[in-house]
T-cell receptor
């Protein structure tokens, strides 16, 4: 079984400060890992993905994440927060080589990012 | 390139009624997944359809059913609605090489907000 834990349901940062959103995963097989962003009353937009190539993954809007197998983590960072980054962020895992039965995404409970002036 | 679209945007139903939600997948995609997102939670996988066949199911009762059509659009049907079915229903499309392969990315629609009273 796979699972994702996002530490901190709410994170608040000042504009221009570092953004760090934490994600730890559990998977019995090598995972695919994803970060999605959701703005109010909208669907999910893919920020970045890890599919076993480089462990440091760069995504859209200046976000990046590093896959650390030893720590089972995939934390999301951005060097300088912008007001437009305020949204909910979801970490998700699926199984590499999942075989029959689909390739469902298992999501964490989300982290609401607030950016203050 | 047309993205994933869903209809209707909002829906209000009474407990015990039946509802059908619709999804048009992104051009070139052959796989559709449905997720339920309750308020304040991460999305939960309902099921996936690959080339008109169910290809994986989450922990949802049989009153949640689906269809995928030859043009890869999809429907989610929920019978005997319960109050707890109130949620945002998200459709995601992706491209898989076979029923047994994994797709790297799922692209989400804006969702249908279902309220059951």
């Amino acid at each position: 079984a796979q699972s994702v834990t996002q530490l901190g349901s709410h994170v608040s940062v000042s504009e221009g400060a570092l953004v760090l959103l934490r994600c730890n995963y559990s998977s019995s097989v090598p995972p695919y890992l994803f970060w999605y962003v959701q703005y109010p009353n909208q669907g999910l937009q893919l920020l970045l993905k890890y599919t076993s190539a480089a462990t440091l993954v760069k995504g859209i809007n200046g976000f990046e994440a590093e896959f650390k197998k030893s720590e089972t983590s995939f934390h999301l960072t951005k060097p300088s927060a912008h007001m437009s980054d305020a949204a909910e962020y979801f970490c998700a895992v699926s199984r590499k080589g999942q075989g029959g039965g689909g390739n469902k995404l298992t999501f964490g409970t989300g982290t609401q990012l607030k950016v203050e002036l | 390139e047309t993205g994933v679209t869903q209809s209707p945007t909002h829906l209000i139903k009474t407990r015990g009624q039946q509802v059908t939600l619709r999804c048009s997948s992104q051009s070139g995609h052959n796989t559709v997944s449905w997720y339920q997102q309750a308020l304040g939670q991460g999305p939960q996988f309902i099921f996936q359809y690959y080339r008109e066949e169910e290809n994986g199911r989450g922990n949802f009762p049989p009153r949640f059913s689906g269809l995928q059509f030859p043009n890869y659009s999809s429907e989610l049907n929920v019978n005997a609605l319960e109050l707890d079915d109130s949620a945002l229903y998200l459709c995601a499309s992706s491209l898989k090489a076979s029923a047994y392969s994994s797709s790297y990315e799922q692209y989400f629609g804006p969702g249908t907000r279902l309220t059951v009273t």
